[in-house]
């Protein structure tokens, strides 16, 4: 065949379009709130259902509750199988018996964020007003606020009036900081991993390529894909693979694929593949067969939204004057989504407010995505800081 | 309306899409060269044309002209209104009378590159078998190396011997390289600007992204854009916005941006836009007017392509041995899409084979862009490398 293979295998984008279809239905563990919750864009959503996984035992005091928050493309099956793809848990590496969050000693909640896809309410969910279809492109603006709302009505629902600790990275860290300034009473330890208390202007230009990728497929439909029985898989595929390359290092990334090229017997410059364009559409179409276009849209914005200073008359340690929260930040060297410099100045304004923080910074060269991978420095930092929280919190 | 506007402006799209058409043509200052070129992927193109611009006077010796080498998205058009734009040439801050490369004192030439859209031959020249239609897709897969090749016909049909010096930045800084590696004798001074031996995994991965989004286009046709009349616009630009962020600093965009709303008096939550986002679209959008798609994919993988180690055994030094041409290597501190250390291991190299090199990294927070703007220093350095240069030739 004439003419060269630009990185763009064809077969590939024909078999995930012969894919195109709504995301598979799965019942999910959840609770459904008749009240509704008001949302920070001033519109109340008349009912809503937050999904969410357990481990472990609530002791009888329900105080040794563990709230995981996770992050934009994460769920709440933290710790098992997940019933979609078939892998293992996406926290794995930090949650179950005798991890840094230790199954046999707390009882540990994730919920799936509102705007989700996993059950939680979101733009899957039956529209207020027209209940036979969905919300679509109308699910209304949410924050990382209204997440932290949503994911309270879960607690109470529980019967747990303080968190011991609420523990996420990335978005969940942002929720984490947003649980400590929303209800600093609830919350006896915070530790936002690898997170900011604003989303930086690099990071929403990241974000509008994903939503002008899913925007610009044929198959979005002006966000009424849903009612086209498709999905804007290509699109969508190209939003994660962006997205995947602001989590890992330059250095990660050479590791792992450096400029090998895939098949080394075709000595021509016709078909060459270079293995990082390979993994990269393995990721984007792994990614489409799990997660809603919509909610991608929702979360994103969310995450652009979030300026906690700005909530805060522009005085980030105002989000947590008279705190009691004990916090450990923690940021990777390598990083360059979530720098090191925002965990500082996060702990900065901690300190401002004479709050209880620790600030760690742990040595990896694996960006990002550190938080989610084999870091032994992390694991060690944690469940020390939980060890020692617990016992302030007279757990031990 | 109900639901948010997820930064995605359907009217912009709406209004792209009207626009769907070929390029405009426009005549081109070119030279045919009937033997045509044999490329390093091994086929022979039967004729190609160089399409060029020149500035000031070649001398009697024709001892002092300057081949400037344009970046992925650059062209001939260096120092003068754009024909098809009507901006100001995009080396306006470089080149021109008395200015770092001085348009009085040497001859300027600027070749668009083999594999462009701007009049030298490329994806929408004719086919050399079908030569009713544009060889699209089906175009050879070019290397900087052939890129090179072609603009050595030009200077020879042009009489010169020697250049004085061929400076580029970014891509045209992998031009630079690669005359120097190919044809020492007839490179007096070489200036790699914001350059590289090689394009790195990262570097590959984002030009990945750009091609996917192309080739997701529902107007790309599987390359025959052309043969439909349209053109795969939506796609294109959001390649060129990937590119854009990788061409800015986090301080640069921030400075730029931050996070203001594009409409202040719009406090609710819906339809706000940061700005950011409306200068992505804008950047994108503009671009999408002036380049061919298929020219695109063409180039960014004739870049990815490059490595100059590989090509010598491995070994960059052996690129460079006994070269007699004097380098000027310059990095820009805040660029991290060829940041300095990239730079400094050509430096590394040339100094092993004991050539003639300096190495100077600018301090700038402006990012890859910075070789683009208004950066003094950079001006300074280059200014003075070249009197320096002009003197040893004898040309002061």
């Not at 896809?117 to 924050?143: I, K, L, Q, Y």
């Not at 997170?195 to 002006?222: K, M, T």
């Amino acid at each position: 065949m004439p003419g060269i293979a630009w990185g763009i295998s064809q077969a590939h984008i024909g078999s995930v379009m012969d894919q195109s279809q709504t995301l598979p239905e799965v019942a999910h563990q959840s609770v459904r709130f008749e009240d509704g919750l008001a949302l920070d864009c001033g519109r109340h959503l008349a009912n809503i259902t937050v999904a969410y996984r357990s481990y472990g035992t609530l002791n009888a005091a329900a105080s040794n509750a563990i709230l995981v928050c996770h992050a934009l493309t994460g769920d709440q099956y933290v710790a098992e199988i997940h019933p979609l793809t078939g892998k293992p848990g996406w926290w794995n590496t930090v949650v179950g018996p005798g991890k840094a969050v230790d199954t046999e000693k707390y009882f540990v909640i994730c919920a799936n964020v509102l705007g989700g896809c996993m059950g939680s309410t979101g733009p899957r969910s039956a529209h207020d007003e027209r209940p036979n279809e969905p919300w679509g492109t109308e699910f209304p603006a949410v924050t990382i606020q209204d997440m932290v709302r949503a994911q309270k009505l879960l607690i109470d629902h529980l019967g747990i009036s303080r968190l011991f600790a609420v523990v996420g990275g990335s978005m969940g860290g942002m929720q984490a900081l947003a649980w400590a300034a929303l209800y600093p009473d609830a919350v006896f330890a915070a530790v936002p991993v690898a997170a900011a208390a604003y989303h930086s202007a690099q990071n929403i230009a990241f974000h509008e390529i994903g939503r002008q990728a899913i925007a610009a497929d044929p198959f979005f439909y002006a966000g009424r894909y849903w009612a086209e029985g498709v999905t804007p898989e290509r699109g969508l595929a190209v939003a994660r693979m962006t997205a995947h390359i602001t989590y890992v290092s330059e250095a990660a990334l050479t590791r792992k694929f450096g400029r090998r090229l895939q098949n080394a017997t075709d000595l021509t410059l016709l078909g060459d593949r270079f293995e990082v364009e390979s993994y990269l559409e393995y990721q984007g179409s792994s990614f489409v067969r799990r997660f809603d276009a919509n909610s991608y849209l929702t979360i994103t914005r969310a995450m652009d939204l979030f300026d906690l200073a700005a909530d805060h008359g522009g005085a980030l340690p105002s989000a947590f004057a008279g705190s009691k929260t004990r916090f450990l930040l923690v940021s990777f060297s390598s990083d360059w989504l979530f720098p090191t410099a925002q965990s500082r100045a996060i702990a900065r304004a901690l300190n401002h407010v004479a709050a209880n923080a620790s600030f760690v910074e742990i040595m990896s060269d694996k960006g990002h995505d550190a938080f989610l991978l084999d870091e032994p420095d992390f694991h060690r930092t944690l469940s020390g800081f939980l060890a020692g929280c617990a016992e302030h919190a007279g757990l031990s």
